[in-house]
């Protein structure tokens, strides 16, 4: 997605927090989360689109088997720690941390898959977007079961 950012006084960019409201936050990432939790979410799906477009150019996975590709992924998200934490002031390991715990990696990575939506179909709020893939959460946890199960 470019340099764009939450919002936060990062850098210029779409603001994406003032796109959504308190209710669509609430039911995204939970009523606990904190603004800084939703900014760093934000920030973090960003950084993630950005690396991962870059990546998939520069140096994509050399094949589609699962080596192959678990290889590209770790690079990937070694890049999204380290970027993350220079753009938070941060050391890796705070940042890995933060995106290792599985909830903020799953939000972010859903809400890196809303962005690319969003993009793709700029006539629907950002908002209706992130409503609609809270909603498809269920779809694709039983896919995922499915698929696991064998």
């Known amino acids: 997605m470019d340099a764009e950012r939450a919002g936060g006084g990062r ?6 927090l003032g796109m959504l409201d308190e209710e669509t936050m609430n039911l995204a990432w939970g009523p606990d989360r904190s603004p800084e939790d ?3 979410i934000v920030d ?12 998939m150019v520069e140096a994509p996975p050399a094949s589609l088997e699962e ?8 690079g990937l998200m070694n890049a999204v720690i380290a970027e993350f934490a220079a ?6 390991a705070e940042s890995g941390e933060f995106l ?11 809400f890196n898959e809303v962005l690319e939506a969003s993009a793709q179909d700029p006539d629907t709020s950002l908002k209706e977007h992130l ?10 946890a039983i896919w995922a079961r499915h698929f696991r199960s064998g």
């Open 11 to 16: 850098e210029d960019g779409p603001d994406y």
């Open 38 to 40: 939703r900014r760093r």
């Open 44 to 55: 973090a799906a960003v950084i993630f689109g950005r690396i991962f477009d870059e990546r």
């Open 67 to 74: 080596k192959d590709f678990q290889r590209f992924l770790m």
């Open 87 to 92: 753009q938070e002031g941060i050391g890796e």
């Open 100 to 110: 290792g715990d599985i909830r903020n990696r799953d939000h972010v990575l859903e």
């Open 131 to 140: 409503r609609a893939a809270v909603e498809g959460r269920q779809d694709k």
